[in-house]
């Protein structure tokens, strides 16, 4: 059984195009996160989202939307993708989100915008 | 703020050979240290950590030990195997704020030859 799964596993789109992630995990964990892996592989947090509440929201531009139904499910909406939003980008989730937590990462959706 | 420090890759090593993979930080008060591991095509999973100074973190014939003095959580394994071959991430998460973000480092990629 995936633990935490991700849809699509690539997605290749064009300048200006809105696209959704979706991100799904069964462990019955509160926390989710989605992290941006760029080309050179550096790893930020983006979002994440404790029981359905956003808890952390970094530097990231407005045309990212996170939403998450309910807890088990943290979707990501991109608007009028750039070519800078080429990357891959994890999901992740842990039991109650605190700083000693382990992370069950996803396994990735790379984002082409061409 | 928080950072994390990674040895730059790529790592080249022969099997059997000694691994040391070198991670500092630096972070308001203690925070918990993570080295989490990427195969090729796949998402990251935890490899180890350590939530308190002193500690050492163990699995699957890796190592590392919370050194508090010198903010350091360096990576080591006796003798590498070709499977080992990946991209080794340390990553702090902050006892302050207990939102379970994890700070990662550059990555460092190892490659393991038979």
């Known amino acids: 059984d995936t633990a935490v799964s991700q849809t699509p596993k690539y997605l290749v789109t064009q300048m200006g195009n809105d696209k959704s992630i979706k991100c799904e995990q069964n462990l019955g964990h509160d926390t989710m996160y989605w992290y941006k892996q760029d080309s050179k592989k550096f790893l930020k947090i983006m979002f994440s989202?404790?029981?359905?509440?956003?808890?952390i929201n970094e530097t990231v531009p407005n045309r990212f939307s996170p939403k998450s139904p309910d807890k088990a499910h943290l979707n990501l909406h991109i608007n009028s993708l750039e070519l800078g939003d080429s990357a891959v980008y994890f999901c992740?989730?842990?039991?109650?989100?605190?700083?000693?937590?382990?992370?069950?990462f996803g396994p990735g959706t790379r984002l082409t915008v061409l | 703020g928080n950072s994390v420090t990674q040895m730059e890759g790529p790592v080249t090593l022969s099997e059997e050979a000694f691994l040391t993979i070198n991670c500092t930080y630096t972070a308001t008060g203690y925070p918990s240290l993570f080295w989490y591991v990427q195969y090729p095509g796949e998402g990251l999973q935890l490899l180890l950590k350590?939530?308190?100074?002193?500690d050492k973190g163990s699995n699957k014939g890796f190592e590392a030990t919370y050194r508090k003095e010198t903010t350091s959580f360096h990576l080591e394994k006796g003798s590498v195997q070709v499977s080992d071959s990946a991209v080794y991430f340390c990553?702090?998460?902050?006892?302050?704020?207990?939102?379970?973000?994890?700070?990662f480092g550059q990555g460092t990629t190892l490659q393991v030859k038979p």
């Open positions: 989202y404790n029981n359905k509440e956003l808890i």
């Open positions: 350590a939530t308190k100074a002193d």
């Open positions: 990553a702090l998460s902050d006892r302050s704020s207990n939102t379970g973000k994890l700070i």
């Open positions: 992740a989730s842990t039991s109650a989100g605190g700083y000693t937590d382990t992370q069950y």
